[in-house]
């Protein structure tokens, strides 16, 4: 059974910091590349971040580049999204999603900047 299970989300105030996990399971994870997603309320999915398969960076949105910072460990079916200085805009749920011969999406976990 395939899974992604997203964690890390939650209120944080402009300026702060949060590091989303998504734990992957029912898959070769090192076989996929990996990437983030978010939708803000009203608005469409957008991608963040991704990162091939052995951790190349592939792309990064232009309003997150500098601030935000995709990794993954392949030895614990994991990747990370790192987010700092953190602004109101970045309000959204963030998706993990994952793309081989097949894709997989997590349930998301939301994220809220705010003060």
């Known amino acids: 059974q395939v899974q992604l299970v997203e964690s890390g989300g939650g209120l944080v105030q402009p300026g702060g910091s949060l590091r989303l996990s998504c734990a992957a399971s029912g898959f070769t994870f090192s076989s996929y590349t990996m990437r983030w997603y978010r939708q803000a309320p009203g608005k469409e999915r957008e991608l963040v971040a991704a990162i091939a398969p052995i951790g190349g960076i592939l792309n990064y949105l232009d309003s997150v580049k500098g601030r935000f910072t995709i990794s993954r460990d392949n030895a614990k079916n994991t990747v990370y999204l790192q987010m700092i200085s953190l602004k109101p805009e970045d309000t959204a749920v963030y998706y993990c999603?994952?793309?081989?011969?097949?894709?997989?999406w997590g349930s998301g976990t939301l994220v809220t900047v705010s003060s």
């Open positions: 999603n994952a793309v081989s011969f097949q894709t997989y």
